[in-house]
Every structure is written in structure tokens, then in C-alpha cells.
């Protein structure tokens, strides 16, 4: 390691009502990557906002902050706003927020070279156009007069990444910096950083939750626990034998792509703090289904030809094209792409709740391509849904006993002790005590909210229960969890699983069979060992190339 | 000229045509509902059409009747409505002894005057003092603006009006207490325009100050949310001046909302100014519209309603046009 | 609901506000004074009663004083409270009911329905409101019920944009896209699902709109066109203003009573704002 860039010696934050960060001391040298690693709540954002002194006025910064040195803190408002974005830059998780709607691109890199740099405004729009070269946006002597909103997530960030190396700063923070991106830019937007890393010779601070990420990029990592570092070394050390309990059990909880595990072998660690209202099961695989009786059954679900469109304004055009698969009794089907490949609009095709324009759908070899919503109701019991968002798909102003008891009235059940019964029935299914439900959503954690929509899911008893990204939006130890909990109730319910994501290692974890789609189209579907060894289609070996943290992946000769 | 100011143009030329074709059938629905009313008014139209204070003898109401085919059912008569309107003909008033139309376009400078006027004060004020109380919200700056702004929000603009004509006209003598130049003076050029100034200083104010209070209220709400965004941070983080980042990031975005609320303002605006030129005499549209109530005259009232719902109109055209200019975000396509 | 949990429920934020509650107290104690208002002046308040001008003080047993006509100013003040509160809660009873049923229908169903809807909607909102109502009363007869509907007619087109904007962004919520999957009717989604969800800000903008009813109501009467049977404070304001001059405080008086109702109405709105937009809370 050279020499410290920056020091953080015993840095406290302070909240109001919280306690965040506690006597956190780290150093980050010239040209060297540092992850800052941790859950959501640990106090790694607060930290990164601490070193440029952006936090909100209420928080109390104590400790020392040293740059080259001299301490942060000590600077006066004016000396701070000289290093920020010239000796330290940040890039933050969400591109699509982190640019100003208003401006042109061109003007916010104009801005901050404007600020930093003596120069005409001639000669910083001639650098910006240069910088945005040097990020790889293409034809930049014309995106530089377009508005963010006219870039895609991944040109943004690399705007925003753009700014912030525009006046060669020694140190980047970068925020999560690629959270809300798609696999595919995320690998190309790391590598970006870690070019300009080397090429500038930055100190990085790299602030993330996915260990994936840090195996890749990463030359030492600290990893942060409830406000406190826990942990710190070398990434190859850390990774092959940590230390502290937390880091062993975020590392057995997260799923790595190249650990190979599948739901047929072993159960996930479940490390979530709500662990012990789980009832723990016994942590062995589910056997594998019976795979000559599932061949013998008639498709579950089955789609031919399905075509879904889409009318903006005038324009009309397809989310979903020529789509044609099956899921079978018993069977998880995994349904791999990217933001905007039409895989939420396929989900919603299913249930009926958007008209599909040709093909059909047939459930249990009947046709509801065309049936009513009376004729349709009956069997929406079949089918239900699990969402991604567990706070929006519960409403907020209903009891979990309003949730669950309004799904049975849909369904006819009128007589009030008989849903009680199927309410308390199903919260145990998904390890839920009665004590729930007069409780409102708000007061749920996000893993439990996420069972009682489960819950919602199941009460009905369908056949076949679409997930939609069901763990994304969960930290990673809550994630397994919620997982283990969908791979026992698959064997306890004899459910099928449509399962849709675009984590790449959650659902070759879980499923049986596995459909990558791109634009709207089936690239490729296969079994779940086949596709992951020997993908046949360049998409998906794209995919599988970009997810970070694998030890590169040796794809098989096509 | 650069390519930036040619998308610019494109996308306002392109809000003005949306936006034209967009009022059409408002145009068309205020058409009806005005013929409407006056299906609803006691007598029929060429009662009204003659002017209700009298005059009109027998012989001129049945020639007014068979001129506008009122003998006619009652769709012919919508017709000929229309096809009046199409040639600006709003009717006769006796009272006047003019045309509606003339009477109406006499009287609107004067109203424009106050209300531009007015709009001025109001939507510079507002974005002034919510800047400021955004700038230092939950100090005492901030705590002190927002009540003042608050009271005058709760204040009807007329009693404004008439508590500013006590203090600053009958108390202190600084300004003329009525009318919108001094009766009999013949003044020209500068002094005239001086005199018109003094007399309207106080209507302005009296009708500005409510919109002042709606603005900063909500320059505030505006500014105090956008500050909360994400790019906000960014600009920080880049190391810019916070009253730089405060003026060039957050108020240009609270300009949006702002411009849009004054805009669906307008026509409470036009409202209020009919009450304030009655306090101050002004001899403007609103006051034209009273005396027309109180002399049952309404083919005035009607063309009146008539005319501001166009106004109104072409107000919101204009903003949708300042808001294609002021946000990229609206949509060529 | 426990104790300690109170604080951070609705009515306990609510209270915890001390605008809110200045505002509340102050709307309390003038709807209270309305409905006593035969029992606090009894007898017609347009009854002259002592010499004409009285000024403030003057005269014990008026103590407010007199206007032109010899009548007790205190006894018509507390009278107007009850034509302004009336007319202004009247009239945003209409407008609520037209503008939830078309924001309700447009926002929920979309499609040719909301279209011509929203057509509708923007025609009234051209037409200016207050010109609107001075036309209908004096079409009409000036009458207190004439005035609110009028008012009402007016102005509801804000809830129906309000109502049609929350209703066009829930509809897309992931807990009504689970309501339909489960096969909820639209009447269950609508009233159970949604609706609730969308009252917080029509909340809201009920109490900012009794106040600007209550402000139009007053100008109205200010202009004379109000009911001329009942004593209001515009009609107060507008006598009152023959005397600007020698007796400031007829005109001064009753447009003090409308800042302080339309004033408590506004913290009130204020209040709930910061209560029930969820944007704002945890601030």
C-alpha cells in the first residue's frame, strides 16, 4: 500500500434519534480500491456523505477526517467547496435522480470544471465534450446539448462519472454506483471505473452491498456492521477465511453466482435477525421432484405464440413477442432479463390484467386467452402473484387480516370463522404467528412484509404462484430467507413457481428450468443445468459473463 | 445558431400547436354553456339582446325576434348564436348605447394594466420571499414570512384594499384614492403616465398580495422539496456555492410548479380584480360586469364571460408554451 | 391504541401541532358561535336598535358599536358567522360530491370516459369562477342556497384533478394490481382499495377550499349581490365602506372576523398537510 490518502481516525456520527456510524477508523491509499461494505442501515452512505461533509445539518461528525493529512472538519465552508469535486468526487447509486432534469448535460459538466478551473466557457465545453469521450458516450459533440432524460440509466452514470473525474480528484467516492443498473452495464460501467482508477491513479472508495462486486474490484475491504467495522483486510483473504461471525454469515448468505447451489442440494444459511420466528427447518435440499411424473402431466401453464403490445401516444409495439413456453405440476421456472425485456408485462399477460394480442394462453390445457373476467374469476385462484415491492403491494391502510379476508371474500368464502381459520392457517404456512393480524403494514419488517404477501399468494391454495422479483428489493440475509420459505412451501403446497428476476444467481438457485428473454423475445430456455454450463445463445453467455464476482466463468464452446 | 436553441424553438413552436389544438373544445364548450345561461335568463334573448332597462319597443323586439330566429327551435338558435359570435357581434347594450364588443375592449386595457401588474408583483415577490424562506426554513425569518404570508393568503384582496385606502390614501394622503387618473387635470406624456402609476399602486398591491402569499407559499414547498433530491446533492458535491446550487438548481426546478399555478390562477386573478376595481373605481372589465348585474343588462355580462373565459384560454396556451420552453422534459413526439 | 403509540398516530401529530391546534380551536369556537348566535344576539340583527355610529366603547351596551342604520354591529358579526360558514361548507359539499364521482370515474376507468371527463373539467376550469357565480346569481335569485351551489358548481373541478390524479397513480400501485389479480370487483377496488388512500389529500384540499368558498361568499355579498334578507360580513364590509372615512371600523371589524375564520381554516389545511403527506412526514 502507498501512502494514506485518506484517514478516517475514529469518526462518530450522530443522528437524532440514531446512533449511525461508531468510532470508525480507515485509511485509503493513492490508486487503491477500498469496498466499505455492509446491509442497508449500516451507516456506509453516511459515512461516504461525512467525508465531504455533506450529511444534513442535524448530524454531529466527530473524530477526524484526514486528507493528505489536513482534517476535513477543520476547513472552513469555502476551503471545503474547493476540495469537493476537485480532490474528492462522489457518484451516487441512482443515475436517474442524481442529474438535474433541467440542465443539460453539457452545463453540469460545464459547471463543475467552470467552478474549479480557469477556463472560457468555450474551452470547458470543449473539455466536456473530451470527457464524455473519455467515458465512452458516443458521438459526444452532440449528447452534449441533450437532457438526461434523452440518456439511458448506464449513460448516465456515466456522465455523472464523467463529472466527477473532471478535474483529476485524488480520491472517488462512488455510492452503490451501480445498484440500479442492469447486469450487463454494471460490469461495463466498474470496468470504466476502474480504468480511469488506474489510468488517474484515484484513491476508491467503493460503497456497496454486493459481495460479488467487491470480490472483482476491490483491493482490501472493511466490512460494516449496525454503525461499526467489523472487519477489514485484504479482499482474497477476507473472502477465503473471514473473521467475524458477521461477515461469515453475510458471505454464506449472499448466493454467488459460482457457488453452484441449487435448491435440490442445500438450503440458504438464514442469518436474518427475525431468523428464530422461522421455526428453522431442517437445513437439508429438497429431493428432486419425480421428474417421470412431471413429464407425464399436462402442462401446468402453457403459452403459444403469445404476443403482448403496448400503445404509446400513437405508437404501438410489442413488450412481448412470439413468446411460447410451459410450466409443468411441480416445476420452478426461472425467467432471466434485463429492465425492459417484458418480463413484469408478461407476468401481468398471465393474470389477465393486460389483454395479450395474439396466441394463446392455456391453464391446465383450457383456453383463457379470451375469457371474461366473470367466466376468468374462478380460476384466478389458480394463479396468484408475489411482488417485488413489499411496501407497495400491501395496502397501507388495511390490517393483515383485511388483506388475507378480502381475498377470500372475492372468493365467496362468507362465513367469517371459516376465513379465520384459512387466515391463521395460512400465516403459519408462512411462519407468521395469529398475533399479526390486526397489525397494519407499517408495522412489518420488510422480510415479514414480504411473507405476508406470500401469504396473500397462497391463501387461495393456487396451483401456480408467480414471483415477481420477489427477494430484489430485500437485504441479503433477509433475501435467504424469503427463499428458503418459497423452496419449503413449494414441497409442503406441491406449488409451481414462475419466477422472474434479473439476479442471475437467485434463480439459478431456485429453479428447475430456466428462460432467458431479451426484448420481449425467449432467447433461450433450458434446463437449469444445461443453460448455465453450456449457454447457447450469446445474450445469455453475456449475461453470465457480466455478473461480477464469479472466478470467470469458463463458458463452454457453443 | 446552435443546434441547442433550434431544439428549443421546436419544442415551443411544437407546445403552441398542442396547445391551440387543445383549447378547441374548450372554446366550443364555453360556447354552449354561455348560450346556455342565457336559455336560463327570464325573457328570451331578445329581451336581452335589447337590453332589459327597456326601450326596446314591440316592434323592435319582434323584428330583433325574426332577425335572430327565435321563433326558431332551440338548436337553429345555437346556430345563430354562433354565426353572430363569428362576425363579433355580442349584442347591443341600450345602457351604454354602444356595442358589447366595443364596450368590452374599451375597458380591457385598463383590467390587463392591473392584472399584469399585478401578476408581476406577485409571481417576482413570491418566488423572492419563498426563496428566502426555503433559504432559512424553521429559522425565525422563515417562521415570521410564513405567517405573513399565511395571514395574507386568509385575507380577502378587497378588504386589503380598502384598509390600504384608509391608511395610505385618506390617513397618510400618499396616493389617490380612487379612478385611474385625476379627473379633470389633461395631463400628457410623463405626467400622465406618472398619475396613472399613482393611482394604480394600490389596486396592484391589494389585488397582488393574495397571489404574492400563494407563490411564496409555495416557491417554499417547491423549493424545499426539490432540495431534497438527489442532483441537489450532486451540485453540492461538485464543490458550487450553496446560494449558486440554491438559484441555478432548485429554484430553476420550483419555477415549474409556479409558472403552472399561476397560470391555473389567472381566472381567480381576473375574478379578483372585478372586485378590486369596484373598491378603487377602476374603470376596468370587472367593474363594467357589476354594473351590468345591477342593470340586468346581459348581453354585457355575457359577452364579459365570454370574452375572460377566452383570456383564460389564451393564458393557458402561454404557459404551456413557458413550460415547453422552461422544461425539456415535454415531449416532442 | 396505546398511549405511547398516540404520538405518532394521525390525531397525535395532529395535536402535537401548535398552529394545528390554534387553528382547530379558533374554527371550534366560531362554528360555536354561529349555532348560538339566537341565544348570544337574540332578536334580527338588521333591527335598528340604538343611534346611528356608535364608535367602539362609546356605548356599553353595544359594544362594538353601531353602523349607518343604528344596528349592533356585535350582533350582526355574530350572525355573519353563520351565512359564512354556511355557505362555505355547503359549497364544498357540492364540489366534493361532483368532483369525487368525475375524478373517481376518469381516474379509475381511463380510456374515452376520462377523456371527455377531463374535457368537461377543463372547461369549467376556464370559465373564472368568479364571474361563474356572479352570472348564476344573478340569473338566479340571491338566496344562501343559490350562492353555495353556485360556488360549488364553480369550483370542483380542483377535486376532480385531485381526486383523478391519485386515482390514476394508485391504480397502478402494486396492492391494487394484486386486488385485481386476487379478482376483486371494481367497486370493491375503488371504495376499499383506493379511495381510502386518496381521501388524505382530498382532505387537505376540503379545508383550503371551505376557506376560498367563505372569501368568494364574502366578496359577493361585499358587491351587493349577495342574500339581502340575511346579514353577512361582505355585506358588512360593502356598507360599511359609504363611512371608509369617518367610521373605519364598520368596514374594519367584520373583514377582521372573515381573516380569522378563513385564517383557522388555513392552519387547519397547513396542519393536515404536514399530518397526512406522507412525503413530508418523518421530517
Request: with cysteine; hydrophobic share 50%; aromatic share 6%.
Amino acid at each position: 500500500m502507498t501512502k494514506a490518502l485518506l484517514e478516517l481516525d475514529g469518526l462518530n456520527i450522530h443522528f437524532p434519534t440514531q446512533h449511525a456510524v461508531r468510532d470508525l477508523s480507515l485509511t485509503v491509499g493513492q490508486g487503491e480500491t477500498l469496498a466499505l461494505v455492509g446491509e442497508s442501515g449500516c451507516g456506509k452512505s453516511a459515512t461516504a456523505l461525512a467525508i465531504t461533509r455533506l450529511l444534513a445539518p442535524n448530524a454531529r461528525v466527530g473524530g477526524r477526517i484526514l486528507l493528505d493529512g489536513e482534517n476535513l472538519l477543520d476547513f472552513s465552508p469555502a476551503r471545503m467547496r474547493a476540495v469537493r469535486g476537485r480532490a474528492i468526487s462522489m457518484i451516487f447509486q441512482e443515475p436517474m435522480s442524481s442529474l438535474n432534469p433541467v440542465l443539460s448535460i453539457g452545463t453540469q459538466l460545464g459547471e463543475v470544471l467552470l467552478q474549479h478551473e480557469q477556463l472560457s466557457r468555450q474551452a470547458a465545453r470543449q473539455r466536456a465534450i473530451e470527457l464524455l469521450d473519455t467515458v465512452r458516450i458516443p458521438e459526444p459533440q452532440r449528447r452534449i446539448d441533450d437532457y438526461p432524460h434523452n440518456l439511458s440509466g448506464g449513460q448516465r452514470q456515466r456522465v455523472m462519472i464523467a463529472m466527477a473525474i473532471a478535474c483529476h480528484p485524488r480520491l472517488l467516492i462512488a455510492d452503490e454506483p451501480t445498484t440500479a443498473l442492469d447486469v450487463t452495464v454494471q460490469a461495463s460501467i466498474l470496468e470504466l471505473l476502474d480504468k480511469l482508477r488506474r489510468e488517474l491513479s484515484m484513491g476508491l472508495l467503493l460503497i456497496t452491498h454486493d459481495l460479488g462486486l467487491v470480490s472483482q474490484w476491490a483491493d482490501r475491504v472493511a466490512v460494516m456492521f449496525a454503525g461499526e467495522k467489523v472487519e477489514e483486510a485484504v479482499a482474497a483473504k477476507l473472502f477465503a477465511h473471514p473473521e467475524h461471525a458477521y461477515t461469515r454469515r453475510l458471505l454464506a448468505s449472499s448466493l454467488h453466482f459460482d457457488q453452484e447451489l441449487h435448491y435440490h442440494e442445500a438450503r440458504l444459511p438464514d442469518t436474518s435477525e427475525d431468523a428464530e420466528d422461522l421455526q428453522a427447518h431442517v437445513p437439508t435440499g429438497v429431493p428432486a421432484a419425480n421428474e417421470a411424473v412431471v413429464a407425464s402431466q399436462a402442462p401446468l401453464l402453457k403459452l403459444e405464440d403469445v404476443h403482448v403490445a403496448y400503445r404509446t401516444g400513437e405508437k404501438e409495439f410489442f413488450a412481448v413477442k412470439d413468446l411460447s413456453f410451459e410450466i409443468r405440476r411441480g416445476e420452478t421456472l426461472g425467467l432471466v432479463g434485463e429492465s425492459g425485456c417484458g418480463k413484469s408485462t408478461l407476468s401481468k399477460t398471465i393474470l389477465k390484467l393486460i389483454p395479450a394480442h395474439s396466441g394463446r394462453i392455456l391453464l391446465e390445457g383450457q383456453d383463457i386467452t379470451r375469457l371474461g373476467e366473470s367466466a376468468f374469476r374462478p380460476l384466478r385462484a389458480k394463479i396468484q402473484m408475489v411482488f417485488q415491492d413489499p411496501y407497495g403491494s400491501l395496502n397501507p391502510r388495511h390490517t393483515v387480516e383485511d388483506i388475507l379476508g378480502g381475498v377470500l371474500r372475492a372468493h365467496g368464502v362468507a362465513d367469517k370463522t371459516e376465513r379465520h381459520r384459512r387466515i391463521v392457517e395460512t400465516l403459519g404456512h408462512v411462519r407468521l404467528s395469529a398475533k399479526s393480524l390486526n397489525r397494519y403494514p407499517h408495522e412489518f419488517s420488510g422480510g415479514q412484509r414480504q411473507r405476508i404477501g406470500i401469504a396473500r399468494a397462497l391463501i387461495l391454495r393456487p396451483a401456480l404462484v408467480i414471483c415477481d422479483e420477489p427477494v430484489s428489493a430485500l437485504d441479503v440475509s433477509i433475501q435467504a430467507q424469503v427463499l428458503n420459505l418459497l423452496v419449503d412451501l413449494k414441497q409442503e403446497l406441491g406449488l409451481s413457481y414462475l419466477f422472474i428476476s434479473h439476479d442471475l444467481s437467485v434463480v439459478r438457485y431456485i429453479s428447475d428450468r430456466v428462460l432467458v428473454m431479451q426484448d420481449g423475445r425467449c432467447v433461450e430456455q433450458g434446463d437449469y443445468r444445461s443453460i448455465w454450463n453450456a449457454p447457447q445463445h450469446p445474450y445469455t453467455r453475456s449475461l453470465i459473463e457480466a455478473v461480477p464476482g464469479q472466478s470467470r466463468v469458463q463458458v463452454a464452446a457453443a | 445558431m446552435s443546434e441547442k436553441t433550434l431544439k428549443s424553438i421546436r419544442r415551443v413552436g411544437y407546445a403552441l400547436w398542442r396547445a391551440a389544438l387543445r383549447a378547441l373544445p374548450s372554446v366550443v364548450g364555453i360556447l354552449i354553456v354561455v348560450f346556455l345561461l342565457l336559455q336560463m335568463v327570464p325573457g328570451d334573448a331578445a329581451d336581452v339582446l335589447a337590453g332589459e332597462s327597456g326601450g326596446a319597443t314591440a316592434d323592435t323586439l319582434a323584428a330583433l325576434r325574426a332577425r335572430f330566429g327565435l321563433d326558431h327551435p332551440i338548436l337553429l338558435q345555437l346556430l345563430a348564436y354562433l354565426n353572430n359570435l363569428a362576425h363579433f357581434n355580442l349584442g347591443y347594450s341600450i345602457r351604454y348605447n354602444a356595442s358589447v364588443l366595443d364596450l368590452i375592449l374599451g375597458r380591457l386595457p385598463h383590467t390587463l394594466v392591473l392584472m399584469a401588474a399585478a401578476q408581476v408583483v406577485a409571481v417576482f415577490g413570491g418566488l423572492v420571499v419563498g426563496a428566502l424562506m426555503a433559504a432559512r426554513a424553521g429559522k425565525w425569518t422563515d417562521r415570521l414570512l410564513s405567517l405573513v404570508s399565511l395571514v395574507f393568503y386568509s385575507t380577502p384582496s378587497f378588504w386589503i384594499g380598502l384598509m390600504s385606502l384608509i391608511v395610505f390614501s385618506v390617513w397618510l394622503g400618499w396616493f389617490p384614492s380612487g379612478g385611474n387618473i385625476t379627473i379633470g387635470a389633461d395631463l400628457h406624456g410623463w405626467a400622465y403616465i406618472v398619475d396613472y402609476l399613482r393611482h394604480a399602486v394600490l389596486p396592484v398591491l391589494s389585488l397582488g398580495f393574495f397571489f404574492l402569499s400563494i407563490y411564496a407559499r409555495l416557491t417554499r414547498s417547491a423549493m424545499l422539496e426539490i432540495a431534497r433530491q438527489d442532483f441537489v446533492r450532486t451540485a453540492h458535491a461538485k464543490g458550487l456555492h450553496p446560494l449558486r446550487v440554491i438559484v441555478r438548481h432548485v429554484l430553476r426546478c420550483a419555477l415549474l410548479p409556479v409558472t403552472t399555478v399561476a397560470g391555473m390562477h389567472f381566472g381567480a386573478m381576473l375574478g379578483g380584480a372585478a372586485v378590486i376595481e369596484t373598491v378603487f373605481s377602476w374603470p376596468g372589465l370587472g367593474r363594467l360586469a357589476l354594473e351590468a348585474v345591477l342593470a340586468r343588462d346581459f348581453s354585457v355580462l355575457m359577452g364579459i364571460l365570454l370574452f375572460s373565459s377566452f383570456l383564460v384560454i389564451l393564458t393557458n396556451v402561454l404557459v404551456d408554451v413557458l413550460q415547453a420552453w422552461l422544461d425539456p422534459r415535454i415531449k416532442l413526439a | 391504541m396505546t398511549l405511547e403509540n398516540f404520538g405518532k398516530t394521525g390525531p397525535g401529530l395532529y395535536l402535537r401541532s401548535p398552529s394545528g391546534v390554534i387553528g382547530a380551536g379558533l374554527l371550534v369556537l366560531l362554528i360555536l358561535v354561529a349555532l348560538s348566535a339566537n341565544w348570544l344576539a337574540p332578536g334580527d340583527p338588521l333591527d335598528m336598535v340604538a343611534q346611528p355610529l356608535l364608535w367602539p366603547g362609546q356605548d356599553m351596551q353595544f359594544p362594538l358599536g353601531t353602523d349607518s342604520l343604528g344596528r349592533n354591529v356585535l350582533a350582526q358579526l355574530i350572525h355573519g358567522a353563520r351565512i359564512s360558514l354556511l355557505v362555505g361548507f355547503a359549497a364544498v359539499l357540492v364540489s366534493l360530491g361532483v368532483g369525487i364521482v368525475v375524478g373517481t370515474l376518469g381516474g379509475y376507468f381511463g380510456g374515452w370516459i376520462d377523456r371527455s371527463l377531463l374535457q368537461v373539467t377543463e372547461l369549467f376550469q376556464t370559465i373564472p369562477t368568479f364571474l361563474l357565480v356572479v352570472v348564476v346569481v344573478a340569473i338566479g335569485h340571491p338566496s344562501a342556497s343559490i350562492i353555495a351551489g353556485a360556488i360549488g358548481i364553480a369550483s370542483w373541478p380542483s377535486i376532480a384533478r385531485l381526486v383523478r390524479a391519485e386515482f390514476r397513480s394508485l391504480r397502478e400501485a402494486d396492492f391494487v394490481m394484486a386486488a385485481r389479480s386476487v379478482g376483486h370487483s371494481d367497486a370493491w377496488i375503488i371504495f376499499r382499495e383506493i379511495l381510502p388512500n386518496a381521501l388524505p389529500s382530498v382532505i387537505v384540499t376540503t379545508s383550503v377550499m371551505v376557506a376560498s368558498a367563505i372569501l368568494i361568499e364574502s366578496a359577493l355579498s361585499f358587491l351587493g349581490l349577495g342574500d339581502p334578507n340575511v346579514v353577512s360580513w361582505g355585506s358588512m364590509i360593502g356598507a360599511g365602506r359609504e363611512m371608509l372615512r369617518t367610521a373605519w371600523f364598520l368596514t374594519a371589524l367584520p373583514g377582521a372576523m372573515l381573516v380569522l375564520t378563513v385564517l383557522s381554516l388555513n392552519l387547519i389545511g397547513d396542519t393536515l398537510n404536514q399530518v397526512l403527506n406522507p412525503r413530508l412526514r418523518g421530517l
